[in-house]
Each structure stands twice: as structure tokens, then as C-alpha cells.
């Protein structure tokens, strides 16, 4: 799983991005065509799965962007809104499925059963 971390900047109607850790940078005239251009290189450097992505403003022309590729949840989904928090460890815990529940059929109750009818 890799987590890349991006500090956004904008400035002369340019925006710019460098990673926290690392050597990733991208520059573009607006805030979309830079996540898109971000994932892309963030996907270069590690494609072991699906994608997520959030960008958060921090300032209007400063913000955050994090691109988090792998971790389970594999639908290879590029979206953007929440944050998804990497654990301290390093190491995300597998996501447990919960016991599979036993469905009981329900028996359909016809109109007879309650006395009326709805054409009636």
C-alpha cells in the first residue's frame, strides 16, 4: 500500500505540488487537472491497487492532497471528499467482514389473510 501526501500551492493562477516525502512534483492551471496529474505520477510510482484520493483546502490557494493507492479497498475508485487515514504503524489492519447473517424468508401475506381486499 502506498500513501503519497501532496502540499498544494497556488499562485499567478498556476498550481503547484510537492510531496511531503518524496520527490513528486506537478504543476497545472487548475485544481482538478493537478489531482489528476498527481494520481497519475503517484500511480507510476506504485500501482499495487486500487486508488483513492482526497483533496481538502486548506486556504483558497493553499491545500492538501493525498492519493492513497492499495489498502483493501480495491474498486479502483478516484474520489475525492474524505480523507482516509493512514494507520501510525505503517501497516493497515485487515478489514474484517462481518458473520454473514441468515436470512429468514418471509412468508407473503395475501389480501385474504387481512380481512379486505383492496379492490373491494
Excluded at 482526497?54 to 493553499?62: A, D, K, Y
Excluded at 478516484?78 to 418471509?106: D, Q, W
Aim: one cysteine or more; hydrophobic letters at 40%.
Amino acid at each position: 500500500m502506498g500513501v503519497f501526501t501532496f502540499v498544494c500551492r497556488s499562485s499567478g493562477g498556476e498550481w503547484t505540488a510537492k510531496q511531503v516525502s518524496g520527490d513528486l512534483e506537478a504543476s497545472a492551471a487548475s485544481p482538478f487537472e493537478l489531482q489528476r496529474k498527481l494520481v497519475q505520477s503517484a500511480v507510476a510510482s506504485d500501482s499495487s491497487g486500487g486508488v483513492q484520493s482526497s483533496f481538502s483546502l486548506v486556504t483558497p490557494s493553499s491545500a492538501v492532497f493525498q492519493v492513497i493507492i492499495g489498502g483493501g479497498g480495491g474498486s479502483g475508485y478516484i474520489g475525492g471528499g474524505a480523507a482516509a487515514a493512514a494507520p501510525a504503524g505503517g501497516a493497515a489492519p485487515a478489514a474484517e467482514a462481518p458473520p454473514a447473517e441468515e436470512k429468514k424468508e418471509e412468508k407473503e401475506e395475501s389480501d385474504d389473510d387481512m380481512g379486505f381486499s383492496l379492490f373491494d
